[in-house]
């Protein structure tokens, strides 16, 4: 436990308290969930003892439950982690109605190991390290945080911001990803469970607890889970994407897609769309409907920022998606291998989720194996963004190696351009700004409001660092909320100023 200052908090009605350096530390056990019994194993304190803690601290605090003081505690930690300079005459922003600067975590995922039955508990696995490792590259492959990992249990958390929007997915990949991975350790039973549901019950903000509930709570659900797999309702992942799979049917792209496979060249398919979230449903159909028949198809997920791991980190997620009998030991291929490999078995179609440039995704292939694409059975689909303007989707035809013809052929559909809080785009493009922190939306409703030529004005109003703003910018910029255009820093479009400002309750 951090020691922390013997410092004043805000009660109730405002008044400024003095609480022990013991009741603070209990306060925030009780902010991240933890009952009497778990504060007082980690405290070293009879639960007794726990309980005139909290007594006291509910008087001082003028409060009656458990609730309620964490919100108060929250609150504090809020404002303790982000300082004022009150000597400043430029005015700050304020965090408005919010009680975590953490990323909100829309799916969380669950994986442990149960012993079978007459098998000693400590079977469950041979080297606890190895399964931690795992649990880790796991996270990583497929975009989640690992925040706990205790007694044979890895918990992962998915839903910071992104293009793609498909957390609960990426939620079951994690899950099946690692439950493959240890379904060689003898006597064991892996399984997975998944859903909102446990971010109701262990998580503190973004933050799981580790707490009895949350053990026994699993252990339950893993028990009664026969299958394997426990999914839970999807009621909040939002749906507002057309039903894409008639057009699939009819589109020019789809015939040009069906002749290149056909004649073993490969092509490139750049659907562009405002906002993402149409993308994805086409991405989702073409999964659905391939070209051809019997064509294999790898879904990939891009990270916001790539980097110089990424190419080895899509790699891990092919690895996962390709039956054990095809690995034959080349698990630790990188993309362009993985394609390469299984490019020569058969028709291949790359669905590749996220944003990036045709620069940055040609950078993430082998040269060579750009070349080969002509000889090559692949068709490589991937998400990029348009031309600000009114909602639309369109896909645009590339040659073999990704490059854009002089004269291409472009199916567009233009989707609906009223900035009215009901309508489908406002929707989606308001499930992203649901995901970002208290800051980022803070960027998000200065830049809508002022003209913004650079991070350092945002950064002196926020009074955070410039490096931190523009880190945070240039992440926004990925994500396609906010453009960089003549010398200024903008909104996208009159469909992002609307969501935001719905985000934000102003109706």
Same mark, same amino acid.
């Given at each position: 436990?951090?020691?922390?200052?013997?410092?004043?908090?805000?009660?109730?009605?405002?008044?400024?308290?003095?609480?022990?350096?013991?009741?603070?530390?209990?306060?925030?056990?009780?902010?991240?969930?933890?009952?009497?019994?778990?504060?007082?194993?980690?405290?070293?304190?009879?639960?007794?003892?726990?309980?005139?803690?909290?007594?006291?601290?509910?008087?001082?605090?003028?409060?009656?439950?458990?609730?309620?003081?964490?919100?108060?505690?929250?609150?504090?930690?809020?404002?303790?982690?982000?300082?004022?300079?009150?000597?400043?005459?430029?005015?700050?922003?304020?965090?408005?109605?919010?009680?975590?600067?953490?990323?909100?975590?829309?799916?969380?995922?669950?994986?442990?190991?149960?012993?079978?039955?007459?098998?000693?508990?400590?079977?469950?696995?041979?080297?606890?390290?190895?399964?931690?490792?795992?649990?880790?590259?796991?996270?990583?492959?497929?975009?989640?945080?690992?925040?706990?990992?205790?007694?044979?249990?890895?918990?992962?958390?998915?839903?910071?911001?992104?293009?793609?929007?498909?957390?609960?997915?990426?939620?079951?990949?994690?899950?099946?990803?690692?439950?493959?991975?240890?379904?060689?350790?003898?006597?064991?039973?892996?399984?997975?469970?998944?859903?909102?549901?446990?971010?109701?019950?262990?998580?503190?903000?973004?933050?799981?607890?580790?707490?009895?509930?949350?053990?026994?709570?699993?252990?339950?659900?893993?028990?009664?889970?026969?299958?394997?797999?426990?999914?839970?309702?999807?009621?909040?992942?939002?749906?507002?994407? &057309?039903?894409?799979?008639? *057009?699939? /049917?009819?589109? %020019?792209?789809?015939?040009? =897609?069906?002749? #290149?496979?056909?004649? +073993? !060249?490969?092509?490139?398919?750049?659907?562009?769309?405002?906002?993402?979230?149409?993308?994805?449903?086409?991405?989702?159909?073409?999964?659905?409907?391939?070209?051809? &028949?019997?064509?294999?198809? *790898?879904? /990939?997920?891009? %990270?916001?920022?790539?980097? =110089?791991?990424? #190419?080895?980190?899509? +790699? !891990?997620?092919?690895?996962?998606?390709?039956?054990?009998?095809?690995?034959?030991?080349?698990?630790?291929?990188?993309?362009?291998?993985?394609?390469?490999?299984?490019?020569?078995?058969?028709?291949?179609?790359? /669905?590749?989720?996220?944003?990036?440039?045709?620069?940055?995704?040609?950078?993430?292939?082998?040269?060579?194996?750009?070349?080969?694409?002509?000889?090559?059975?692949?068709?490589?689909?991937?998400?990029?963004?348009?031309?600000?303007?009114?909602?639309?989707?369109?896909?645009?035809?590339?040659?073999?190696?990704?490059?854009?013809?002089?004269?291409?052929?472009?199916?567009?559909?233009?989707?609906?351009?009223?900035?009215?809080?009901?309508?489908?785009?406002?929707?989606?493009?308001?499930?992203?700004?649901?995901?970002?922190?208290?800051?980022?939306?803070?960027?998000?409703?200065?830049?809508?409001?002022?003209?913004?030529?650079?991070?350092?004005?945002?950064?002196?109003?926020?009074?955070?660092?410039?490096?931190?703003?523009?880190?945070?910018?240039?992440?926004?910029?990925?994500?396609?909320?906010?453009?960089?255009?003549?010398?200024?820093?903008?909104?996208?479009?009159?469909?992002?100023?609307?969501?935001?400002?719905?985000?934000?309750?102003?109706?």
């Amino acid at each position: 436990m951090p020691t922390r200052p013997v410092d004043g908090i805000r009660s109730a009605d405002g008044t400024l308290v003095q609480l022990s350096q013991r009741q603070f530390e209990i306060l925030e056990l009780i902010a991240s969930g933890l009952s009497n019994k778990d504060i007082g194993l980690q405290l070293a304190l009879t639960t007794g003892t726990v309980k005139q803690h909290l007594n006291t601290i509910f008087s001082k605090l003028g409060v009656s439950n458990r609730t309620w003081a964490a919100s108060i505690w929250q609150d504090f930690e809020r404002h303790q982690a982000e300082p004022r300079d009150l000597t400043n005459h430029h005015s700050v922003l304020e965090v408005p109605n919010l009680t975590s600067t953490a990323k909100k975590p829309l799916a969380v995922a669950a994986v442990g190991l149960v012993a079978e039955q007459g098998a000693n508990a400590d079977s469950l696995i041979v080297n606890y390290a190895h399964f931690l490792d795992l649990a880790e590259a796991a996270a990583q492959t497929w975009g989640g945080a690992l925040q706990w990992s205790s007694a044979g249990i890895a918990l992962c958390t998915f839903g910071v911001a992104s293009a793609w929007l498909d957390v609960y997915e990426r939620g079951e990949c994690f899950i099946r990803d690692l439950m493959a991975s240890l379904a060689r350790q003898t006597a064991v039973s892996v399984r997975g469970v998944l859903g909102r549901g446990l971010e109701h019950q262990f998580t503190s903000g973004a933050r799981l607890v580790a707490s009895t509930l949350a053990r026994e709570t699993l252990k339950t659900w893993f028990e009664a889970s026969e299958a394997g797999l426990v999914t839970f309702d999807k009621e909040n992942e939002h749906r507002s994407s &057309p039903d894409l799979k008639d *057009l699939l /049917l009819t589109a %020019p792209f789809m015939g040009q =897609a069906h002749m #290149a496979l056909k004649s +073993g !060249r490969g092509l490139w398919l750049s659907v562009e769309a405002w906002p993402p979230r149409y993308g994805k449903a086409l991405l989702d159909a073409l999964d659905v409907i391939p070209p051809v &028949p019997g064509c294999r198809t *790898l879904k /990939l997920r891009l %990270p916001v920022t790539l980097t =110089a791991e990424t #190419a080895s980190l899509l +790699g !891990r997620q092919i690895a996962s998606q390709v039956e054990t009998s095809h690995l034959g030991g080349h698990e630790d291929l990188s993309i362009s291998g993985w394609i390469r490999l299984l490019a020569k078995q058969g028709p291949l179609q790359v /669905l590749i989720y996220g944003q990036p440039s045709l620069g940055e995704l040609r950078g993430l292939i082998d040269p060579d194996l750009l070349v080969e694409f002509d000889r090559l059975p692949v068709l490589v689909a991937f998400m990029s963004l348009p031309s600000p303007g009114a909602p639309r989707l369109a896909v645009r035809v590339l040659s073999s190696r990704g490059e854009r013809p002089l004269i291409g052929r472009v199916h567009a559909v233009n989707l609906s351009d009223e900035t009215s809080f009901d309508s489908p785009a406002i929707t989606a493009i308001s499930a992203m700004i649901d995901q970002v922190d208290p800051v980022d939306r803070l960027i998000l409703d200065y830049i809508s409001k002022n003209q913004v030529e650079n991070s350092e004005a945002v950064a002196l109003l926020l009074n955070r660092s410039t490096s931190e703003v523009e880190r945070r910018i240039e992440v926004l910029v990925g994500t396609g909320l906010i453009l960089r255009q003549d010398r200024a820093i903008r909104i996208r479009d009159q469909q992002t100023v609307a969501a935001i400002a719905g985000t934000n309750g102003v109706h």
